[in-house]
């Protein structure tokens, strides 16, 4: 576009825009007149932010920012292209603006906004069910990633929501779940509506309950994404979790009946028993101090409540999965465990350790009572 018409287009534009908007515009061209290329790039942000602005960002992008592109911060320009992006016709139109900006901003000092605009072009082939382009388009931006000391937290977090919501789309639930907690950790909760941050912690959780990889929930369990599930429709959905960290067969018995609620948990609902099984097994062994950790099927039985004749898979299941280390003597029918896989613990577990702790301190007290009575001529000499 010709330079001498920018004035002109700034003048329509702000003719054309809400009465709240219309000072931003006329900061544009005072800006734009005077070179001040960071000031006008937060003008530019701040009134693409407004939700008024949504009919003037493709004209304004494509006739205004364009013609002062390569002079402004490239992850900004990004930002612009993608609030300018979330007007476009159809997901068609929207992945070739997006691929173009990409192109754009394929520089070696741009790669922090490359990767953005990456991302944002896989966002997209996702959503037309393109699953191979969006991962290699997913791959070329982690590859980036890889190599960078330092970038903006807005990157990393694009990069694993996106990501998350590839692994999610694939139902590859251990991924979903490692990539949806680093997309959290890159973001401030109270950026995100409370009906995101309910849906986050459902889709979390169902991920973390049906994933054949995942036995400890400790980095959820203490997330205060799962808060967003009380006092809601989905709240047996957390207890549910916090049935499973402790390993309570009763209380899953209770609330199993909400599983039929979401298909997935429903599909999975004998796996999920053997998982909460292999959960009421290791919290079994933890209770026990190390040196009465060698017990008979019998017992294991009474104390989980798994019957009897799936007591020696399911310790075997433990063992090869890594949550106990130990033996298992098939003729005397006794499991020796000599370690448990650590994980959160909730206040009743806590308490239990306490009591554990104060048992020990006992025995260790009346063991130097002893030695002090028997060596009493020892200690003298």
């Not at 937060?42 to 949504?54: G, K, P, R, T, W």
């Not at 959503?127 to 970038?151: M, Q």
């Not at 104390?303 to 898979?313: A, G, L, M, N, Y």
Request: charged share 25%.
């Amino acid at each position: 576009m010709n330079l001498d018409t920018i004035p002109d287009f700034l003048a329509e534009q702000r003719d054309a825009a809400p009465a709240d908007l219309q000072p931003l515009f006329m900061s544009f061209e005072d800006y734009w007149e005077r070179r001040l290329w960071h000031q006008l790039t937060e003008a530019l942000v701040e009134c693409f932010n407004q939700a008024d602005s949504a009919p003037q960002r493709i004209p304004l992008y494509k006739t205004f920012v364009s013609s002062f592109a390569d002079k402004i911060n490239q992850l900004r320009l990004v930002t612009l292209g993608l609030s300018a992006a979330s007007q476009c016709r159809d997901d068609q139109e929207r992945l070739t603006f997006l691929t173009a900006l990409a192109e754009k901003v394929n520089k070696p000092a741009s790669q922090d906004a490359f990767v953005y605009a990456t991302v944002a072009v896989a966002s997209v082939k996702l959503h037309l069910e393109d699953y191979d382009g969006a991962r290699k388009e997913l791959n070329e931006a982690e590859r980036i990633l890889d190599t960078f000391d330092s970038v903006e937290a807005v990157v990393h977090a694009s990069f694993y929501r996106i990501n998350a919501d590839y692994y999610h789309a694939k139902l590859e639930f251990a991924s979903y779940y490692r990539n949806a907690l680093l997309y959290l950790a890159c973001i401030d909760l109270a950026d995100l509506t409370p009906q995101e941050r309910e849906s986050r912690a459902y889709a979390l959780s169902v991920a973390a309950l049906v994933s054949d990889s995942i036995y400890n929930f400790g980095e959820l369990l203490l997330h205060p994404i799962l808060d967003s599930l009380l006092s809601g429709q989905h709240e047996w959905l957390r207890e549910l979790l916090f049935a499973f960290n402790r390993g309570d067969l009763a209380a899953y018995d209770v609330l199993a009946g909400n599983m039929s609620k979401n298909a997935l948990l429903h599909e999975h609902k004998v796996f999920l028993y053997q998982k909460i099984s292999l959960s009421a097994l290791t919290e079994t062994v933890f209770r026990r101090p190390p040196h009465d950790r060698a017990m008979t099927f019998a017992t294991i039985s009474h104390e989980t409540k798994v019957q009897p004749d799936e007591i020696e898979h399911l310790i075997m299941k433990a063992l090869s999965l890594g949550l106990l280390r130990g033996s298992i003597d098939q003729v005397e029918r006794v499991a020796r465990i000599n370690w448990v896989q650590p994980k959160v613990l909730d206040l009743k577990q806590v308490d239990g350790m306490r009591l554990r702790l104060r048992e020990w301190d006992a025995s260790v007290n009346k063991l130097g009572n002893w030695i002090e009575g028997v060596g009493q001529d020892v200690w003298a000499a």
